[in-house]
Nanobody, 124 residues
Framework: QVQLVESGGGLVQAGGSLRLSCAASGRTGNLYAMGWFRRPPGKDREFVATIDWRGDSTYYADSVKGRFTMSRDNAKNTGYLQMSSLKTEDTAVYYC?????????????????WGQGTQVTVSS
């Protein structure tokens, strides 16, 4: 089992920045990828970004490309999502998830463990 705890959410004005963190604990020796997803109000959960936990590869949704940057600190078992130039449409509950198999996919069902989510609200 892997436990994930997100932090860093909050209220920010459009154009501002936030950094989300996702700390993993438990059986972290088998992590292959960490992903960030979000659920905007009234919508389904959607992919935001993912990182290869054992390499340097990242992949982003088109809607956040160039504005969000994902990184990780393996020593701390923590992943980060730096969000800049935030827009009101970025308002959502943000979830991190990890995968204990090879690959860093963009679909929700491909991830094995999920955090509880953290609210990000961007005001105009």
């Amino acid at each position: 089992q892997v436990q994930l705890v997100e932090s860093g959410g909050g209220l920010v004005q459009a154009g501002g920045s936030l950094r989300l963190s996702c700390a993993a604990s438990g059986r972290t020796g088998n992590l292959y990828a960490m992903g960030w997803f979000r659920r905007p109000p009234g919508k389904d959960r959607e992919f935001v970004a993912t990182i290869d936990w054992r390499g340097d590869s990242t992949y982003y949704a088109d809607s956040v490309k160039g504005r969000f940057t994902m990184s990780r600190d393996n020593a701390k078992n923590t992943g980060y999502l730096q969000m800049s130039s935030l827009k009101t449409e970025d308002t959502a509950v943000y979830y991190c998830a990890v995968r204990s198999r090879f690959g860093y996919p963009i679909t929700t069902h491909a991830y094995d463990y999920w955090g509880q989510g953290t609210q990000v609200t961007v005001s105009s």
